[in-house]
């Protein structure tokens, strides 16, 4: 069973980075297409992007590897973190936010996961040890609903 939970860390481990390697290379590329253009206030049509992303992604590498990134996925997880803001009823992209504001972005994002609204979604697991043979065992540990302070002096 331990080697079930490992290998699915794993997983779960290598997808979030393959994510944030996604969301990161279509982000620099927005960037640089919104740069290119003399009026910055120009919108990025959604068509322009599934046609030239993962050509201009790849320049981006220059070269040293080739990719295929998942535009559509993409897209989504950049609308999510509230990085990218669409007008024309999604059809363009107007705003990429970039630097301190991306940035702050993010910090919102993050800070909205602990929001005191958000905390009953999110229940900690009772705790499991493995001893040295490799069985589980649990000790009885179980934190529920604890206010985000509460947590963190328990795990400190």
């Known amino acids: 069973m331990l080697h079930y939970i490992l290998a699915l860390n ?3 481990s290598e997808a979030s980075k393959q994510r944030a390697t996604r969301v990161g290379l279509l982000h620099s590329w927005l960037e640089n297409a ?7 206030n120009d919108e990025i049509s959604l068509e322009t992007v599934h046609m030239s992303a993962n050509a201009g992604i ?12 998942n535009i559509n996925e993409a897209m989504n997880d ?24 991306a940035m702050e972005k993010l910090k919102g994002k993050w800070v909205s996961l602990f929001d005191a609204d958000n905390l009953d979604e999110f229940v900690v697991a009772e705790e499991m040890d493995v001893d040295t043979n490799g069985s589980e065992e649990n ?14 002096e328990n795990h400190n």
């Open 58 to 69: 790849n320049e981006l590498l220059h070269g040293d590897y080739s990719t295929d990134v």
């Open 10 to 12: 794993y997983l779960l």
């Open 34 to 40: 919104k740069n290119g253009f003399s009026n910055k």
């Open 139 to 152: 000790t009885g540990d179980t934190e529920a609903q604890l206010p985000l302070d509460t947590m963190k």
């Open 78 to 101: 950049l609308e999510e973190l509230n990085l990218i803001e669409s007008a024309n009823n999604g059809t363009n992209i107007q705003t990429i936010y970039s630097g301190k504001e």
